[in-house]
């Protein structure tokens, strides 16, 4: 993988963290389950309008934007909106790596091998460690729904995986038609028709919010995500998944220096936990004499390559 490359997967990983960043700005202004419906929407349009269908079973395409779409960002809006914070919210979002493993295992019988298992062990353990750090300062309810954003993550990650999408950025793009009518009901039926025209009324938060949301759907999803696509289709998707890895890095950071929030020792030891077993459960072990491939089924198989395409929050 050349030095330009890597520098791009590094600029996407980037991206995808500081999307934390965009998406609070944003709920400053707007409801939770409204600024969903508002972000999928803003791609849905055109998508329709110009990007062929893939050509997979509707089966797939609904568990993927259902999952991936609607029931990760459903639970990631509204836990950020009632006080989890951004950089840990980038973080337990990972939680969907060791999810997606357990519901392949469960639903579809996918073989796990003990270096997953040990990984995932590992990474439970870090947001055990977490989920008690924030319950020690009373925010466990916010942890507990991010954590079902990453339940989400992984129903779409399996839905995707088994849609063996010929082109995986336009099956990304078509998975955003699902989430906007469900949650526009749902903010309607729990936020209000009030709360949901209030949230377009001028204000201090209006221009910040609005830009969180531009960054949101044209840097953090078509820029990052097309990124992404182009550098799996060259490259082993064990060269290039860990990358992934440096987005709540990237995440925990920007919260401490934009935002000031305050990381304590427990969370760096779970977050350091999280990372390393979501990184080892992910890299296979090559065998020795092996003959390295650089096509799109290296390092990972079928299945997990296709679940990290578009990976991006």
Not at 164 to 182: C, G, I, Q, R
Request: aromatic residues 8%; hydrophobic residues 55%; without cysteine.
């Amino acid at each position: 993988m050349p030095i330009s490359h890597r520098l791009l997967a590094v600029a996407v990983a980037v991206m995808w963290g500081l999307n934390f960043i965009a998406i609070d700005a944003s709920l400053a202004q707007f409801p939770p389950f409204l600024l969903v419906a508002l972000r999928f929407a803003i791609i849905a349009v055109p998508t329709v309008l110009f990007v062929p269908r893939p050509r997979v079973p509707v089966r797939w395409l609904l568990g993927y934007g259902i999952g991936f779409g609607t029931l990760q960002f459903l639970f990631l809006y509204w836990g950020m909106a009632v006080g989890m914070p951004a950089g840990l919210a980038s973080l337990v979002l990972q939680s969907s790596a060791p999810f997606t493993v357990l519901l392949g295992a469960v639903a579809f019988r996918d073989r796990v091998s003990p270096r997953q298992l040990v990984g995932l062990g590992v990474a439970t353990l870090g947001l055990a460690l977490v989920g008690w750090s924030q319950a020690q300062a009373a925010a466990l309810a916010p942890f507990l729904l991010v954590l079902a954003g990453g339940f989400g993550w992984a129903i779409g990650n399996v839905s995707n995986a088994r849609a063996k999408a010929p082109n995986p950025l336009h099956l990304t793009l078509w998975m955003s038609v699902v989430p906007p009518l469900p949650m526009a009901l749902l903010s309607v039926i729990v936020e209000g028709p009030h709360a949901m025209g209030a949230a377009f009324a001028a204000g201090p938060h209006l221009v910040p919010a609005l830009l969180g949301l531009a960054y949101t759907v044209l840097i953090g999803t078509l820029a990052g995500s097309g990124v992404w696509t182009w550098l799996m289709a060259r490259h082993a998707a064990g060269v290039v998944a860990p990358f992934s890895m440096l987005v709540p890095v990237v995440g925990l950071s920007a919260s401490a220096v934009l935002l000031g929030e305050r990381v304590e020792p427990p969370t760096v030891l779970g977050a350091a936990l999280v990372i390393g077993g979501v990184l080892w459960g992910a890299l296979r072990k090559a065998r020795p004499g092996a003959p390295r491939r650089s096509g799109t089924d290296g390092n990972l198989p079928g299945r997990d390559r296709a679940a990290v395409v578009g990976a991006g929050p």
